[in-house]
Nanobody, 123 residues
Framework: QLQVMESGGGSVQAGESLRLSCVAS???????MAWFRQVPGKEREGVAY???????RYPSSAKGRFTISKDSAMKTLSLQINTLKPEDTAWYYC??????????????????WGRGTQVTVSS
């Protein structure tokens, strides 16, 4: 079973940038992958998606400040977040799917999850 583990979270000031990383235990070449985030009391929301071929997609709420990248050779997935805002404060999760999915979709489309990394943005 694939395992993924996030890192790179922390406490930053508004306007700064962060790069989150996700390392996989095995090959991710044939996986679609995504980053989700969750605030306590709210549903987990997707912020970035990349298909097995490396094509990225973002929900409209994340376009412009979020960049996802997948390095299959290094078995890593990254999320660059620029111009952080207090409302970006959340736990960020790496997710992988070996199913035939065609976009970001809901969290139920993903069958492998990390434990998350916390991002806190102060104003």
């Amino acid at each position: 079973q694939l395992q993924v583990m996030e890192s790179g979270g922390g406490s930053v000031q508004a306007g700064e940038s962060l790069r989150l990383s996700c390392v996989a235990s095995g090959s991710i070449e044939n996986y679609a992958m995504a980053w989700f985030r969750q605030v306590p009391g709210k549903e987990r929301e997707g912020v970035a998606y990349v298909d097995s071929g490396g094509v990225a997609r973002y929900p409209s709420s994340a376009k412009g400040r979020f960049t996802i990248s997948k390095d299959s050779a290094m078995k890593t997935l990254s999320l660059q977040i620029n111009t952080l805002k207090p409302e970006d404060t959340a736990w960020y999760y790496c997710a992988a799917s070996d199913r035939q999915i065609t976009g970001l979709g809901p969290q139920s489309w993903y069958n492998y999850w990390g434990r998350g990394t916390q991002v806190t943005v102060s104003s």
